[in-house]
Every structure is written in C-alpha cells, then in structure tokens.
C-alpha cells in the first residue's frame, strides 16, 4: 500500500528529520502525540507558516522552510501534513 502523503514523507526524510526525528534542539518528533497535540490545537494555517517562514518557541528555532530555501510551499506544507498525521 502506497503511504497516504509520499510527498510529504520524502521532504520530512530529506530536510526535516534531521532535526524532528531525534528532537535535537527541542524539535517536536512525530508520533510523539502529547508533544503535538497543543502544536496541532493551533490549526494547520499556523503550523504551515510556522514551518514556512520559521520562528523561535518556548523550545527553540525553527528555521524557515528548515533551511531549505529552495523547497516550495506545498513541499513544505505537505511535509507538515506528514508530521501531523503520525502524531494524531
Ligand atoms: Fe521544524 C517546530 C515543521 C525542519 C527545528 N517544525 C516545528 C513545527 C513544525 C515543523 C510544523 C511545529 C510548529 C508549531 O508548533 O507551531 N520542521 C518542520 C518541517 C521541516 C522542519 C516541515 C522540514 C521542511 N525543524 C526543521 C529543522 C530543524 C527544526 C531542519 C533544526 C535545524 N522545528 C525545529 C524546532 C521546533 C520546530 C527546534 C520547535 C520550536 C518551538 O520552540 O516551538
């Protein structure tokens, strides 16, 4: 079976778990659900410009579009979608 969101998985694989995979530097890690559930309460309009444009939190940085500046908008928002999916 096909996963749900590929093009999410394949952008979270290459740029963002680096960081959110092993929480370095206080990166949420998906599937981790009590740690995403007061992220997701925020709506997925914050989390996208929050993942788009990057901002500092209570944990730390998160740099925009993970540092990845040449990733378009609907790679990053689908790798967003990928990270929220495994934490519901
Ligand atoms: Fe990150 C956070 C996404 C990459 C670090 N992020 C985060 C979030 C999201 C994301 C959605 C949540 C938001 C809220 O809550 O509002 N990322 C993401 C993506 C990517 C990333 C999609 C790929 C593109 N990150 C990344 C990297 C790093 C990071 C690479 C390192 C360098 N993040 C981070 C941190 C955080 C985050 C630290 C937390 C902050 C606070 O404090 O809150």
């Known amino acids: 079976e096909a996963p749900a969101n ?3 998985e394949s952008v979270y694989k290459k740029t963002c778990a680096l960081c959110h995979a092993a ?3 206080g ?5 981790n659900k009590d740690e995403w559930a007061p992220r997701i309460a925020q709506g ?3 989390l996208h410009k ?3 444009e990057g901002y500092t939190g209570e944990k730390g940085m998160m740099p ?3 540092g ?3 990733l378009k908008d609907e790679e990053v928002m689908a790798a967003v979608d990928y990270m929220v ?4």
């Open 23 to 25: 929480g370095v530097a």
């Open 64 to 66: 925009a579009r993970g």
């Open 27 to 31: 990166a949420p890690m998906p599937g």
């Open 44 to 46: 997925l309009d914050v």
């Open 6 to 8: 590929a093009a999410g």
């Open 85 to 88: 999916a495994k934490s519901q």
């Open 50 to 52: 929050h993942a788009l």
């Open 68 to 70: 990845a500046a040449t």
